[in-house]
């Protein structure tokens, strides 16, 4: 499917587990994004990429690993997961050509950490 | 870096008459300043942007307007319909590629 697809769109994991949560996108974008949308919080971001093997911190970063070692996916790692995490996330994509382009997001992950 | 603040939180207005929905910027930086509408269970969907060397764009009933010298800018929604019920967010692009979001508006049109 053309686009920007995150997996799963829901997921419950307890307290201290690792858990993954997977964006793809098929348009060869440079740029994806992490987002977390708490309620009051808006769209906080968490990682971001420039290109393959570029990666850097956002706003909240802390919690939370990113690798980017192909340019079509952008894998988000909780590596112990905690209750404070418990959000919906957002992966984006924008082209590199210049700075001036729309983000396109994916449909989110639920994830309830319990 | 760039922070931006979005008014008000909630707007309610009866159908047909026009919403209006502000932001501004702190990052003179920035220069491109997009418009998102989210869908309860949806991600942001683009709805209308502007760059910095523009005052203005329509789109059909939506508009943006850019004042840079104030850092602040405003989505204009004119003949509300139902179907705008939605919650929308302001956004501010900076050198380092990064979208910086506004909190967001809970826009409720009234039947």
């Known amino acids: 499917d053309a686009g920007i697809t995150q997996s799963p769109r829901y997921k419950i994991t307890e307290t201290g587990r690792q858990v993954t949560l997977m964006c793809h996108q098929t348009?060869?974008?440079?740029?994806m994004f992490w987002y977390r949308q708490d309620l009051g919080h808006g769209l906080r971001l968490i990682y971001y990429?420039?290109?393959?093997?570029?990666?850097d911190k956002g706003e909240v970063p802390d919690g939370y690993v990113v690798s980017r070692s192909k340019t079509e996916n952008f894998p988000l790692t909780l590596e112990s997961a905690t209750r404070s995490q418990t959000s919906v996330y957002f992966c984006?994509?924008?082209?590199?050509?210049?700075?001036?382009?729309?983000?396109?997001f994916g449909q989110g992950t639920r994830l309830t950490v319990v | 870096g760039e922070n931006v603040e979005q008014h008000p939180s909630t707007l309610s207005v009866q159908e047909g008459d026009s919403a209006v929905i502000k932001c501004t910027y702190s990052d003179s930086a920035s220069n491109y300043f997009p418009w998102y509408k989210q869908e309860l269970g949806k991600g942001p969907q683009l709805i209308i942007d502007?760059?910095?060397?523009?005052g203005e764009k329509k789109d059909q009933r939506i508009a943006v307007t850019l004042n840079k010298t104030a850092k602040h800018f405003s989505l204009h929604i004119t003949e509300t319909q139902p179907e705008d019920s939605a919650v929308y967010f302001c956004a501010a692009r900076n050198y380092g590629q990064n979208f910086v979001f506004g909190p967001g508006t809970r826009l409720s049109v009234l039947p």
């Open positions: 502007i760059r910095s060397n523009v």
């Open positions: 990429s420039a290109a393959a093997d570029i990666t």
């Open positions: 348009w060869s974008h440079s740029y």
């Open positions: 984006a994509s924008s082209s590199g050509t210049g700075r001036t382009t729309e983000a396109f």
